[in-house]
């Protein structure tokens, strides 16, 4: 059965720093292009980041010197490490994972940043 969970989200003032996992279980998490996506009240969704299975990072201008995304595939797991966070970060951030036909979502955690 494919899940991917992912924690970390919370409450945090602006400026501040929190870390994001998404634990997949399931398939062969190496192989495929993750993706760090968000999706604010009222907004629709918004793409963050990516990590391809060779490494490789992407990031949207909104989070680009902010934001890092990596991936430890012993673990199978994906992070993001979000720094500097500003109050238009607020969001549901979900996990994505693809290969080929197979697209695979986690639930969302929720991050806010307010005073």
């Known amino acids: 059965q494919v899940q991917l969970v992912e924690s970390g989200g919370g409450l945090v003032q602006p400026g501040g720093s929190l870390r994001l996992s998404c634990a997949a279980s399931g398939f062969t998490f190496s192989f495929y292009y993750m993706t760090w996506v968000r999706q604010a009240p009222g907004k629709g969704l918004e793409w963050v980041s990516d990590?391809?299975?060779?490494?490789?990072?992407y990031y949207a201008d909104s989070v680009k010197g902010r934001f890092t995304i990596s991936r430890d595939n012993a673990k199978n797991t994906l992070y993001l490490q979000m720094n500097s966070l500003k109050p238009e970060d607020t969001a549901v951030y979900s996990c994505n994972a693809l290969l080929n036909a197979d697209n695979y979502w986690g639930q969302g955690t929720q991050v806010t940043v307010s005073e």
């Open positions: 990590v391809n299975n060779g490494g490789g990072t």
